[in-house]
C-alpha cells in the first residue's frame, strides 16, 4: 500500500470541558475519496479547520506528503498543496466569476508581487482560470459578479478556485450543501473523476453522495473516529447505527 | 442617469484643469490656489483610498503621512534657508530646496513609518484598527507640538517656495501645473495597481481573508505593501500641502484632518479611482463658497455626507455610474 498523501496523528483540540477533536488520527490515501460524516457538532468544522490551519491543535501532529505541517499557517499549506472548499462560500463577492479564479492562479503562478499589468489581461493567469471555469462548467458565467450567481453555481466557483491551484489533496467541506438533487447528482459525477486527479478528504451530509463516492468513510462522534470502514462496512456497523445513521441507512 | 465610468474620470480632470486655466485667463490667482489645494487634497485622499478603499482598513491616522511628508519639507528647507546643517546623530546633512529631494524624502520618510506601523497595527482590524492608526497620529501631533526647534506650536514658516528645475514655482499656475501631473502620475499607479495581481489579491482579502489564504497568499504582508505604498503617497501630498502655503505646523497631523480625507473618499466613493479627486473638488469648493457664507459650513458638509451615507452607496461617482462603492 502507497504512503497516504495527507495524515493526522492524535489530533486533539479542546475548548474549555468540550473535546472537539479526540485523538483523531486518519489518513487520506492517493486517488480514494475518504468520506468523514457525523452527527452535527460532532465536531467535522473542528478537524478540517486544524488540517487546513486555520486552527492549532493542542496535541497531535499533521503530515502532508511527508513532511509535517503543523507549524504552518493556512496560507503556507495552500502553498504546499492543500486545496480548499468552504462550507458556507468564501468568495470575493464584488467580483467576478474570472477574477475569483484568477486569483487562485495568482496563488498557484507567480505571487501576488506584480503591480503593473492588469491580471485579467495576463494571458498566462487567464488561461489557468479558464481552464478551471470549463472543468466545472462556468465558462459562460465568467463575466457575471459572484453575488449574482446562484448558491450551486458559488460552490462550483469555489471547486474551480481550488483546481486552479492544481492541489496534491483536496479538502472540501460539504460541497454539495444546498445544491438540490439535480445539483448533487451533477457534482457527484464531477467528484468521481476528480479523485484520479488528487485525493479527496470530504465532508458531507448527503449520504447518498457519500456511499456513491468514498472509498473509505470514518464516523466521528463527539470528536471521535469511532469507525472507518468501507461503505458497506460502515452501513452494516452497529456502532455507526447506534450512533449516527439510525433508520436512515 | 447613466454615465460610463472612465467617461466621468476624463470629465473630472479636465474640470479641474479648466478651473485654473480660466482664472489664468481673468487673472484670478486665488482660483488657481484653490484648485491647487483640491488637487492636494486629492493626491492625499488617493493614497488613503488604497488601504481603505481596496485594502478595507480604516485608517483614522493617515494625517500622519500628511505631517511627515510636511515636516520633511519643512526641515529641509529650514536647514537649507538657514544654512545650518540637519544633525541626525550619526551623520550631518545638508537642507535642500529642491522639490524633488524633498518629494523622495518625504516619501522614504512616510514609507517607512508606514512599514513599523503596518507590522505593529494589521494584525487588528475593525474598530481596534480605527483607534490604533489613530493613536499613532496624536503622538506625533503632540510630538510636533513640544518639537520647539522646528516651531512647536506655532509652526514653521518657510520663507521661499521650493524649486523645480526648469519652472517658477512661485507662478501658480505652474505650481498648479506640478501638482496635477504629479496627482495624474499618482492616478496612473492606482489604476495600475488596483488592476493588477497585488491590487487583485488585495480587493479580494478585504472580501474574504480566508479565500485569499486558502489560495496560498498570505492577507496581511499584501495589507503591510499597501499601507506603506498609501502612505507614500499620502507623505508626498504633505509635502506639496506646505509647499503651497510656504508653512507647517502640527494641524497638519491633527485627527481632523485625518477625518477630512476619510469623507473625501465617501463623498466621492470609495475604493473609486477618482473618488477621492471628485470628493477633494467638492470639499474645497463647499469650504470656498459656504465658508464664506458661514463659519459653520461644515453642517452642510455633514448634511451632504448623511444623503451619500444613506442613499448612494457609491459616492457621487456611484451616482453617475449606477454603481456601488465597495464595502468596507
Redesign the interface.
Known sequence: MSDPVLATHQLSKRFGALCATDDVSIDLRPGEIHAIIGPNGAGKSTLIKQICGGLRPDAGKIMFLGRDVSGLDASARARAGLGRSFQVSELAMEDTVLENAVLGAIGAGAGPWRFWRAATRTAALVERAEAALARVGLTAQRDQVVASLSHGQRRQLEVAVALTLSPKAFIMDEPMAGLGAEGSKALTGFLDGLRSQAPILLVEHDMDAVFALADRISVLVYGKIIATGSADDIRTSAVVRDAYLGDAA | MRMNETWVNALVLLGLVAVPGWALMVDEPFTITLATRAAILALAAVGLNIVLGIGGLVSFGHALFFGLGGYAMGILAFHAQTYSALDLGFIQIEGSTSMPVIWLVAMGVSALVAAVIGILTLRTSGVYFIMITLAFAQMFYYFAISWAQYGGEDGLSIYVRNGFPGLNTLAPIQFFGICFVVLCLVLLLNA??Q??????????AR??A?????????PIK?RL?AFVLSGAITGLAGALFADLNRFVSPSMFSWTLSGELIVLIIIGGVGRLMGPVIGACIFVGLEHFLGGLTDFWHIYLGAILLCIVLFGRGGVIGLLTGKEG??V
Open positions: 495600475r495597481v488592476a493588477s495581481p497585488f491590487g487583485l489579491a488585495l480587493n479580494a472580501q474574504s480566508t479565500r485569499v489564504e486558502a489560495v496560498g497568499l498570505d499584501l505593501v465597495a464595502h
